[in-house]
């Protein structure tokens, strides 16, 4: 019998570093709780063979759907592999796995919970009988969170001047978060026709450059964001956490690293946050959004404990800001598709057709018709 084909394993600490790594049938080995729903999606585009997790996929904390993603798409998944058999696994490393084990080939193996169904829907039971509790917490830390940040929605913002023009103009904002390829594959018309600046969050530029679209501005922490999409010619604005303090925008050691510039802006919040701020201190029209965060299980999935600063900074800039998926749908009613027209056509010029060719002038006229297309392309009987 034939040996059981053996499979690169590549791991990494964060699962975001690691996917820009993968090549279809390797073997992920991953250290990420609570999986989600974004990094399950990355992992499958990668085609990875299998998915062994050093940590719990799914904690308990609340239902993450990042594990479900990749049982649905036939990955099978290693679960709670533990902190040993990660350190014990070296990068790069060969082997094979068999049932929920992985065998290398130096002869050492590590093993953990082959996640079904079956123990999945267990899971997310439990996880959703916790999810009050979890609410809760959510709850009080942005209430408590409220006030240390509370200056987004008062304080004045010292914003960096950039070279890309954004007064009165539509901003569309792109965060590599959940959906977000599909929405960037609805909003064809708008970005067409509007014309939008397009102003990359961390990964959000990949995102972009993945669709063929070209950032104007890239913003973030870098931490997510890959070297050639910073060398794509986009305008760089790191997110600085400690105003007026360089130490406070850790992005800028990479951008230095790779040769490049940056400008800092300095503000409170998640950098998608800091975007939208930063587009509409400088006047943007409308600001529309893709694959941001809003619900519960996005701010969890990012880790995140509380809200404030999301809560706030819509607050601040109102209703200027919308979800890219209210704009492709108002973008598919006002743009009727090329079928439709041609029926339109169709339906308005039959009756006149009809009636000019039974009226006596009709005949006269299709009948001089028929004569000049004889005479001119030579049609003989």
């Known amino acids: 019998m034939a040996e059981p084909l053996q ?13 820009g790594r993968l090549k279809p049938g390797d073997i992920a080995l991953i250290h990420h709780a609570d999986l989600d729903t974004t990094a399950a999606r990355v992992l499958i585009e990668c085609k990875v063979s299998a998915v062994i997790n050093a940590a719990p996929s799914i904690t308990g904390r609340y239902p993450n759907r990042g594990p479900g993603i990749l049982i649905d798409a036939g990955i099978p998944l290693i679960d709670n592999a533990g902190e040993q058999a990660f350190a014990r696994v ?11 084990t992985l065998r290398l080939a130096d002869g050492s193996c590590i093993s953990g919970e082959l996640l079904t169904r079956d ?3 267990e899971k997310m039971a439990a996880a959703r009988a916790n999810l009050d509790v979890e609410l809760d917490h959510f709850a009080r830390n942005t209430l408590a969170f409220l006030d240390n940040e509370r200056g987004l929605l008062f304080d004045p913002l010292d914003t960096p001047h950039l070279r890309t023009p954004i007064a009165d103009r539509h901003i569309l904002i792109v965060v590599r978060g959940e959906g977000f390829k ?17 102003l990359a969050v961390d990964g959000g530029a990949d995102a972009l450059l993945e669709a063929k679209l070209q950032p104007d501005i890239i913003l973030g922490d870098m931490d997510s964001v890959s070297d050639a999409a910073l060398r794509c010619g986009a305008e760089l604005v790191v ?7 360089e130490r406070g925008a850790p992005g800028m050691d990479r951008i230095r690293q790779l040769g490049l510039s940056a400008v800092v802006f300095h503000s409170q919040g998640t950098s998608e946050d800091v975007a939208m701020l930063l587009a509409n201190e400088l ?9 941001t ?17 999301t809560f706030l900074t819509r607050l601040r800039i109102g209703s200027k800001l919308v979800d890219a998926k209210g704009v492709a749908r108002l973008s598919e009613r006002q743009r009727p598709r090329l079928s439709e027209l041609v029926l339109l056509v169709f339906a308005f010029t039959t009756p006149i057709i009809a009636v000019a060719t039974l009226s006596p ?7 001089w018709l028929t004569v000049w297309f004889q005479h001119t392309f030579r049609v003989r009987h």
């Open 7 to 19: 499979q690169r394993v590549l791991k990494d600490r964060r699962t975001k570093n690691l996917t």
């Open 182 to 198: 599909d929405d960037l594959a609805m909003l064809g018309d708008y970005l067409r026709d509007a014309r939008p600046v397009l």
């Open 239 to 245: 997110h600085g956490y400690l105003r007026g303090d």
């Open 90 to 100: 070296a990068d790069g490393a060969v082997g094979r796995l068999d049932e929920n």
């Open 283 to 291: 006047g943007a029209r409308l600001i529309v959004a893709v694959g």
């Open 293 to 309: 965060h809003f619900s519960l299980e996005e701010f969890l999935d990012k880790g995140r404990a509380g809200m404030a600063s």
């Open 119 to 121: 123990r999945l829907a």
């Open 361 to 367: 002038m009709g005949q006269v006229l299709l009948k």
